[in-house]
């Protein structure tokens, strides 16, 4: 693993089902991000870390949650998934000393 | 709270042309910064450019410029002698510092097409 890495790449999920998106840096970074990204919108903040073992909501956190139980790994959990919900799903990490966020390659999630 | 602004959806420039896009921000921390993101067609989020808010001079990173003008809180991206390949999504970004609460947060994003 180098850098930051997202899976599954690309999910088709029904609706109501949960689901667990997947993001691991290697990179040792305190800060930890989870971004959606629609049309038109840009991308919003769902959740972020700042440090293993805390959380905090961004933006658009309903329907969203996330834990940080080490440096390392942030999933992003559906609990019961809506088709509002499809968008592409980017996780980032920034270090203590760094100015700018690292970005995985992205989760494009359909529900349906 | 913070927010970022990018009025402009999208943009049309003729190549080798010079063009800006627009950011404003508005924030109640002293200290913060601003960041600019390229994303290509391909999807990746690509880092360009950097200002911190007590940086005196506008950052520089090769073609790219920061006009930085702290007093109209607007942080806009300057793309000298534009090329085919700066075709792309641009986005604007902000981190307060001094929060204990390091959110990023980003601008809905412009989409630049460059002209040949």
């Known amino acids: 693993i180098a850098g930051i890495t997202q899976a599954p790449t690309s999910q088709i999920l029904a609706a109501g089902r949960r689901m667990t998106l997947r993001c691991t840096q290697d990179?040792?970074?305190?800060?930890m991000y989870w971004y959606r990204q629609d049309l038109g919108l840009g991308l919003r903040l769902i959740h972020y870390s700042n440090t293993a073992g805390t959380t905090g909501k961004g933006e658009v956190p309903d329907g969203y949650s996330v834990s940080r139980a080490n440096t390392d790994d942030f999933p992003l959990t559906l609990a019961s998934a809506v088709p509002s919900q499809t968008s592409v799903y980017f996780c980032?990490?920034?270090?203590?000393?760094?100015?700018?966020?690292?970005f995985g390659q992205g989760t494009r999630l359909t529900v349906v | 709270a913070q927010k970022i602004t990018q009025t402009q959806p999208g943009m049309f420039v003729q190549e080798k042309e010079a063009v800006t896009l627009d950011c404003t921000y508005d924030t109640s921390d002293p200290s913060y910064g601003l960041f600019w993101y390229k994303q290509p067609s391909s999807g990746e989020m690509i880092f360009l450019i950097y200002q911190g808010s007590y940086d005196q001079q506008n950052a520089t990173e090769g073609r790219y410029s920061l006009n930085f003008q702290k007093a109209r809180k607007s942080a806009n991206l300057v793309i000298s002698a534009s090329q085919l390949g700066d075709s792309a999504m641009y986005f604007c970004?902000?981190?307060?510092?001094?929060?204990?609460?390091?959110?990023?947060?980003f601008g809905s994003g412009t989409r630049l097409s460059i002209r040949p």
């Open positions: 990179m040792r970074h305190n800060a």
């Open positions: 970004a902000m981190r307060e510092s001094y929060s204990s609460a390091s959110k990023i947060i």
């Open positions: 980032a990490s920034r270090g203590r000393e760094d100015t700018e966020a690292f």
